[in-house]
């Protein structure tokens, strides 16, 4: 069973940085593409970024590129999300993404397992 758990959430200025992490067991973490998605109260979940499984292939959302980056150490079994000049809207619950294949996804249904979330609030 795949067990994924995040962490790094909290509260923070508008302007500010965070990074999360999410480390994985149960799978090969090496052979799987990874993903950050997010969900905001009375709203869709929204896909974040998505990282392949060596690390070379990035993609993001369009409301936080240039701003935020997914990273991966194999080594440790974790994916980074680095998150800066962060903004009252990035307020989320941060959900982390274990994928089926190789290649990172946008559409959550490429993924086989999720973590429980890690909240991040970001006042103005």
């Known amino acids: 069973q795949v067990q994924v758990i995040e962490s790094g959430g909290g509260l923070v200025q508008a302007g500010g940085s965070l990074r999360l992490s999410c480390v994985t067991s149960g799978r090969t973490f090496s052979s799987s593409a990874m993903a950050w998605f997010r969900q905001a109260p009375g709203k869709e979940r929204e896909f974040v970024a998505t990282?392949?499984?060596?690390?070379?292939?990035?993609a993001y959302g369009d409301s936080v590129k240039g701003r935020f980056t997914i990273s991966r150490d194999n080594g440790k079994n974790t994916v980074y999300l680095q998150m800066n000049s962060l903004k009252p809207e990035d307020t989320a619950v941060y959900y982390c993404a274990v994928g089926v294949t190789r290649y990172g996804s946008s559409d959550s249904s490429n993924y086989i397992a999720w973590g429980q979330g890690t909240q991040v609030t970001v006042s103005s």
């Open positions: 990282i392949n499984w060596i690390g070379r292939t990035s």
